[in-house]
């Protein structure tokens, strides 16, 4: 079958991976009614395209946190990828640095930092949960440091783990034969069988419940790397993310797999850029499928998007083929939409292209 566009992977990986595997990718949290509105929410976003403009050349690439990249579209973190394929992260890693564009790894990857250093040169940011034993977060860090990683991503949304019913149902645990190698040599890389998801007990078991804004002092002082806070999705929280020094905010609700019913992240958007007033970049993570949804991004002042789970679908598909193509159509797409929209390079991509279901006035009864 020729694949057309990105979402057709995820029926090839259905079809290819264990239901366990699948099931761990796909899910949400609980009713999963985040998962669908992280997707439903672009088709409430129309364009207001402009006509008669020269789009004979257009200029696709950006920079972000100083690093030229050839896109504004980036690899978000997602854990595990060797059960998509035996070639996991490193797979990911060739077909992003082919694309010119930066890959965020995950802490839990089941490729270390290293391993996927060796993959090449690259810009390579580096996912962190952090762990109960600060010293364990100490010594990943400055392996991701020493592997030549650009930035720290630091989820902020996971003291717990959110309620994914399927991985309950399915008893998630580590496939035979892989562990979260960043950890494989402190005793912390396995996901055991349980009567529950195998992960959320590792969470509850390892991951600091504690953490707070003033850990990001913390991390700040043990790394000179620029930190990204991800998982901010209202403009209280930006205010305070700009305050204690983050390099940029990642709006995320973490693939819909946290808090169930929180909005999608394409309509927290614009309150998080509002917030922020252009001090620092704000990154879009979640429901990215088309070309059109990365225009839709940076319209609402987004700086860049990340995907995930099209990573991971179009590895099990493909490998590192499939990873490469998912980006190349990522990037064809948002190339035509703005030809099509009258823009000839980011700069000129405004919030005057599109409008918003909540653009549209709400009109009062009339008064009796």
Same mark, same amino acid.
């Given at each position: 079958m020729e694949i057309t566009n990105v979402m057709e992977y995820e029926k090839i990986a259905k079809e290819k991976l264990p239901k366990m595997v699948y099931d761990y990718y796909s899910s949400g949290a609980e009713d999963q009614w985040t998962l669908q509105e992280n997707r439903n929410a672009f088709s409430r976003i $129309?364009?207001? *395209?402009?006509?008669l403009v020269d789009v004979s050349k257009i200029d696709v690439s950006t920079r972000v946190l100083g690093f030229n990249i050839s896109m504004p579209i980036m690899i978000a973190p997602t854990a595990m990828q060797k059960m998509a394929h035996p070639d996991g992260e490193l797979a990911t890693a060739r077909a992003t640095t082919a694309a010119g564009t930066i890959m965020t790894l995950s802490s839990w990857a089941t490729c270390s930092v290293e391993e996927v250093a060796s993959t090449g040169p690259g810009i390579r940011f580096f996912q962190l949960y952090v762990y109960k034993d600060r010293n364990v977060v100490r010594q990943l860090v400055k392996r991701a440091e020493e592997a030549g990683f650009k930035a720290i991503a630091l989820t902020v949304d996971t003291p717990r783990? @959110?309620?994914?019913?399927?991985?309950?149902? %399915?008893?998630?645990?580590?496939?035979? &034969? $892989?562990?979260?190698?960043?950890?494989?040599? #402190?005793?912390?890389?396995? !996901?055991?069988?349980? %009567?529950?998801s195998g992960l959320a007990s590792y969470v509850a078991g390892q991951v600091d419940q504690s953490l707070s804004w003033k850990d990001i002092k913390w991390l700040q002082?043990?790394?000179?790397? *620029?930190? $990204?806070?991800?998982?901010? !999705?209202?403009?209280?929280? /930006?205010?305070?993310?700009?305050?204690? @020094?983050?390099? @940029?905010?990642?709006?995320?609700?973490?693939?819909?797999?946290q808090l169930d019913y929180v909005p999608a992240t394409i309509v927290a958007l614009e309150e998080v850029v509002k917030a922020v007033e252009g001090r620092i970049p704000v990154f879009l993570d979640g429901g990215v499928?088309?070309?059109?949804? =990365?225009?839709?991004?940076?319209?609402?002042? /987004?700086?860049? =998007?990340? =995907? @995930?789970?099209?990573?991971?679908?179009?590895? /099990? /598909?493909? &490998?590192?083929?499939?990873?490469?193509?998912? $980006?190349?159509? #990522?990037?064809?797409?948002?190339?035509?939409?703005?030809?099509?929209?009258?823009?000839?390079?980011?700069?000129?991509?405004?919030?005057?292209? !599109?409008?918003?279901?909540?653009? !549209? *006035?709400r009109y009062l009864p009339a008064k009796l």
């Amino acid at each position: 079958m020729e694949i057309t566009n990105v979402m057709e992977y995820e029926k090839i990986a259905k079809e290819k991976l264990p239901k366990m595997v699948y099931d761990y990718y796909s899910s949400g949290a609980e009713d999963q009614w985040t998962l669908q509105e992280n997707r439903n929410a672009f088709s409430r976003i $129309l364009f207001r *395209p402009r006509i008669l403009v020269d789009v004979s050349k257009i200029d696709v690439s950006t920079r972000v946190l100083g690093f030229n990249i050839s896109m504004p579209i980036m690899i978000a973190p997602t854990a595990m990828q060797k059960m998509a394929h035996p070639d996991g992260e490193l797979a990911t890693a060739r077909a992003t640095t082919a694309a010119g564009t930066i890959m965020t790894l995950s802490s839990w990857a089941t490729c270390s930092v290293e391993e996927v250093a060796s993959t090449g040169p690259g810009i390579r940011f580096f996912q962190l949960y952090v762990y109960k034993d600060r010293n364990v977060v100490r010594q990943l860090v400055k392996r991701a440091e020493e592997a030549g990683f650009k930035a720290i991503a630091l989820t902020v949304d996971t003291p717990r783990l @959110g309620r994914r019913e399927s991985d309950i149902k %399915n008893r998630f645990a580590l496939p035979r &034969g $892989l562990t979260l190698k960043n950890f494989e040599g #402190l005793d912390l890389g396995k !996901i055991d069988k349980t %009567n529950d998801s195998g992960l959320a007990s590792y969470v509850a078991g390892q991951v600091d419940q504690s953490l707070s804004w003033k850990d990001i002092k913390w991390l700040q002082s043990i790394t000179s790397l *620029p930190i $990204l806070v991800k998982g901010v !999705i209202t403009s209280e929280d /930006a205010r305070i993310a700009v305050e204690y @020094g983050a390099a @940029g905010i990642i709006v995320s609700n973490h693939g819909a797999r946290q808090l169930d019913y929180v909005p999608a992240t394409i309509v927290a958007l614009e309150e998080v850029v509002k917030a922020v007033e252009g001090r620092i970049p704000v990154f879009l993570d979640g429901g990215v499928r088309r070309g059109t949804d =990365v225009f839709k991004a940076l319209a609402l002042g /987004a700086s860049g =998007v990340f =995907v @995930g789970r099209p990573s991971l679908f179009s590895l /099990a /598909a493909d &490998g590192e083929a499939g990873v490469r193509k998912m $980006l190349q159509m #990522l990037r064809d797409e948002f190339e035509l939409t703005m030809a099509l929209s009258g823009c000839r390079s980011l700069r000129e991509i405004s919030r005057n292209h !599109i409008k918003t279901d909540w653009d !549209i *006035p709400r009109y009062l009864p009339a008064k009796l």
